[in-house]
């Protein structure tokens, strides 16, 4: 009777140990289940927040560029000579691929426009990074603007491009595009809008 009850307790104890591995088995799959979710959450909120900046960044090279736009034609000579400089300002960025522009302007005005910079940012905007000032929350394809603290490559780069519209010689068409990117693999957003010359008609 008692090796019959010997042998009893192995084998309870040896199903309660196959219990356990098959418990322990369960939880880590439903651990490495969880921190798989996790990681793509992570990784999908990280792409939004890119997404996000990029949105801000394409959009403000519009507004940049629409802002030199309604300086030159409500501060020229006339209308039609503040068209003429700036589309002759812009001319790079309808004979290259894309262009950057200067942005460390601290104010618009017809005095600084004409001295204000454009560049050919090269193949796929390798000569337009965005740098960002965590001072003061800004971005700018400088990396030297005075005041405004340190700068770290911000991983974006913004190129803008011009494009004439057939038959008109009073709109153009301007496009803004943000690239980045992220574990290898790249992203981009394009923003457009049309420019008219609205005044001087």
């Not at 992570?42 to 792409?47: H, L």
């Not at 939004?48 to 560029?65: D, H, M, P, V």
Request: proline share 2%; glycine share 8%.
């Amino acid at each position: 009777m008692f090796n019959n009850l010997k042998q009893k307790n192995k084998k309870e104890s040896g199903f309660t140990l196959v219990e356990t591995l098959i418990a322990v088995a369960i939880l880590s799959l439903a651990i490495v289940g969880l921190m798989t979710i996790l990681g793509k959450g992570i990784s999908d909120t990280n792409y939004a927040k890119y997404r996000i900046t990029a949105s801000y960044l394409a959009q403000e090279g519009i507004e940049y560029i629409r802002n030199m736009r309604d300086t030159y034609v409500l501060y020229g000579a006339d209308a039609s000579t503040g068209w003429t400089d700036f589309l002759a300002k812009m001319a790079l960025c309808k004979t290259t691929t894309s262009c950057g522009f200067n942005d460390t302007l601290s104010s618009f005005d017809i005095n600084s426009l004409p001295g204000m910079t454009v560049v050919d940012c090269g193949s796929g905007g390798a000569n337009c990074p965005l740098f960002y000032y965590p001072d003061t929350g800004r971005y700018s394809y400088s990396s030297l603007v005075s005041g405004e603290g340190t700068p770290i490559n911000s991983g974006f780069t913004r190129v803008i491009h011009i494009i004439s519209v057939a038959g008109s010689l009073t709109e153009i068409k301007v496009s803004s595009t943000v690239s980045w990117t992220k574990n290898s693999v790249p992203y981009s957003i394009t923003f457009s809008d049309n420019l008219l010359k609205w005044r001087g008609e």
